[in-house]
């Protein structure tokens, strides 16, 4: 019995490591590699972006970024037309998690890098979309109005779960969106917000361009029912429903989602959601391969106690 259930677990373990290398069978080259460099990085230990990103309400956030970022026609024209999430989700979440990952725990050279790479790939990301007036608009996934917004909704979706379900952030909320202006920055976003005030008045400058349509229902369909492992289903339901849950009220309503309610009655979310987050952080070990690369990197420059670096 004991043999069939260190099976089951390991098993499951490498389920939910595959989910997010794209069923790599070992840790990602890539992660490995951020232990080279010769600078501490944009980021270090006791730094907003660190404590957000190493810790699992990313889980939630991407979901909820996900959903936020359907919102704009523009941005979802880009997927629509250009991306093969359906044929091979694990591939985008794993580009889009490097990317993450090398931006907060790289060197600066390689954050630069990872960004400039993808500024090139958004190079043929073009068509054209349909405005909320009426008017055809062209669109590059480079334009810069939705480089801004694709920052906005994720700055919104990572500080707004980890303050739901996640532990304290050094320097408060506005020290993440500082932090992570930076990312805006390598993006070529001109004036990233840098208090959670001047975030909330960016994003509330995009409410009239938003909109719920067919292809909007279509990939919230997707991102609710993902092709996941058996064994990971029932986590993600809750996941996803915690993503849900702390939507800001105007874009759930947008999406048409609502709370996880009985009746009338809310459902409770946090502790359930909690719970998801802590087996996932049992089964994944804490850090992460990236933050051990950087601390490994920081500690190989001597600059392990160092402040982290911005600009």
């Keep these: 019995m004991e043999n069939i259930l260190d099976s089951t677990v390991g098993r499951w373990r490498r389920e939910l490591r595959g989910t997010f290398s794209n069923n790599s069978p070992t840790v990602p080259?890539?992660?490995?590699?951020?232990?080279k460099g010769d600078d501490g990085g944009y980021?270090?230990?006791?730094?907003?972006?660190?404590?957000?990103?190493?810790?699992?309400?990313?889980l939630v956030a991407g979901i909820q970024s996900l959903l936020i970022q359907a919102l704009h026609p523009g941005a979802l024209a880009g997927v629509h037309d250009h991306s093969n999430y359906r044929a091979d989700p694990l591939g985008r979440l794993a580009g889009t998690i490097r990317?993450?990952?090398?931006?907060?725990y790289g060197d600066t050279a390689a954050a630069r890098a990872a960004s400039e790479k993808v500024l090139r790939i958004h190079e043929y990301i073009r068509g054209s979309y349909t405005t909320n007036a009426g008017a055809e608009r062209p669109?590059?996934?480079?334009?810069?109005?939705?480089?801004?917004?694709?920052h906005l909704a994720f700055t919104q979706a990572f500080l707004g779960t980890h303050r739901a379900f996640g532990s304290s952030i050094p320097g408060g909320a506005d020290a993440y969106v500082a932090d992570w202006a930076v990312a805006g920055?390598?993006?070529?976003?001109?004036n990233p917000p840098?208090?959670?005030?001047?975030?909330?008045?960016?994003?509330?400058?995009?409410?009239?361009?938003?909109r719920h349509d067919e292809r909007v229902a279509e990939t919230i369909a997707f991102i609710k029912d993902p092709p996941l492992p058996r064994s990971q289903?029932?986590?993600?339901?809750v996941l996803f429903a915690a993503a849900v849950a702390s939507l800001p009220p105007d874009y759930r309503e947008l999406l048409r989602l609502a709370a996880p309610s009985l009746g009338p009655v809310p459902l409770p979310v946090t502790v359930p959601a909690k719970a998801v987050l802590g087996v996932v952080r049992w089964s994944l070990g804490?850090?992460?391969?990236?933050?051990?690369?950087?601390?490994?990197?920081?500690m190989r420059l001597g600059v392990e106690a160092a402040p982290s670096k911005r600009g």
């Design 99 to 104: 990317w993450i990952f090398t931006v907060s």
């Design 286 to 298: 804490s850090p992460g391969p990236s933050e051990a690369a950087a601390r490994a990197r920081r």
């Design 29 to 35: 080259q890539w992660e490995l590699d951020l232990e």
């Design 233 to 237: 289903q029932a986590g993600y339901k």
């Design 185 to 190: 920055a390598l993006m070529r976003v001109d």
């Design 194 to 210: 840098t208090t959670v005030a001047e975030m909330e008045a960016q994003l509330a400058a995009f409410l009239p361009e938003l």
């Design 139 to 150: 669109y590059t996934a480079n334009d810069p109005d939705l480089l801004r917004w694709v």
């Design 43 to 58: 980021f270090g230990p006791g730094s907003a972006a660190w404590a957000v990103h190493g810790s699992m309400t990313t």
